[in-house]
C-alpha cells in the first residue's frame, strides 16, 4: 500500500479551552502542532491541516488548509471530507488523519493503520488502545476503545462521506462500521492524549519537559 496524504484535524471549537486553536497553544520550544506535524510528516506523502476562519493564522506551517465543506462545525467527518476531496485532487487514494491536539501519537501510526485495512477493497481503519480510563474522550466497543480522528479512509468512499454528512450523520464509527472499518491495536492508551482543558496542557508541558 503506497503512502498516504496526511490531514491535520483542527476544525473544531475548543469550547472545553475558551476558544481559539488547540494547535497553536505553546508546548515545548514551539506549539503543539509542531509536534503533530513532526510525528505525521516521515509517515505520509504530503501534509494539509483542516481548520476553519482565516487561514492567515496557520501560514507559518506552510501547509494547505482546507475548511469544512459542510457549515456549521458538524464534526471530524467535515474534516475527514476534506481531506478526502483534497487528496483526490493530489491523485492520492487514501489519507490518514490525526487531531491537531494530540501531540504524542505514535510515529508508526500510518504503518498500523495500514496493516490492519491490509485486504479491504476501501482501506478503512481506525486506532483502537485496550479500554482503560479514555473511555469519556473515545468512541468504545467491547474491550477496545477507538480513536475516531486517528484513520485510514479511502477516497473511494468520498461522494458516500458527503451524502452521509448531508443526511445528518455526524458519529465517525457509525460511518465507519457500515463500510466494514477495522481497528488497528495499539497498547498505550497514553499515545492518544488530548489537550481539551487548561489541567491537559499542563499535563502535556510536563510530558514534553521529561
Known amino acids: 500500500m503506497s503512502a498516504p496524504f496526511g490531514v491535520i484535524l483542527a476544525g473544531g471549537q475548543a469550547t472545553r479551552m475558551g476558544g481559539g486553536d488547540k494547535g497553536l497553544l505553546v508546548l515545548g520550544c514551539g506549539v503543539i502542532l509542531d509536534h503533530v506535524i513532526a510525528r505525521l510528516g516521515p509517515q505520509v506523502r504530503a501534509m494539509a491541516l483542516n481548520a476553519n476562519g482565516d487561514p492567515a493564522r496557520f501560514a507559518r506551517f506552510g501547509l ?39 501531540p504524542f501519537f505514535p510515529r508508526d501510526l500510518v504503518a498500523r493503520l495500514q496493516g490492519a485495512a491490509a485486504g479491504m477493497a476501501h482501506p478503512l481503519a481506525l486506532a483502537a488502545t485496550p479500554r482503560g480510563g479514555e473511555e469519556t474522550r473515545s468512541m468504545s466497543r467491547g474491550g477496545l476503545v477507538r480513536h475516531p480522528t486517528f484513520g485510514l479512509w479511502p477516497v473511494a468512499l468520498r461522494h458516500d462521506l458527503r451524502a452521509a454528512l448531508e443526511d445528518g450523520l455526524r458519529k465517525v464509527v457509525l460511518w465507519t462500521e457500515r463500510h466494514g472499518g477495522r481497528e488497528a491495536l495499539f497498547d498505550d492508551a497514553q499515545a492518544f492524549f488530548n489537550v481539551n482543558t487548561p489541567e491537559d496542557l499542563a499535563e502535556a508541558r510536563q510530558r514534553a519537559g521529561a
Not at 464534526?75 to 491523485?91: F, M, Q, S
Open 64 to 102: 494547505p488548509v482546507l475548511a469544512d465543506p459542510i457549515a456549521d462545525y458538524p464534526g471530524p467527518l467535515a474534516g475527514v471530507l476534506a481531506g478526502l476531496d483534497w487528496a483526490a485532487e493530489e491523485g492520492g487514494d487514501t489519507i490518514v488523519t490525526v487531531a491537531a491536539d494530540t
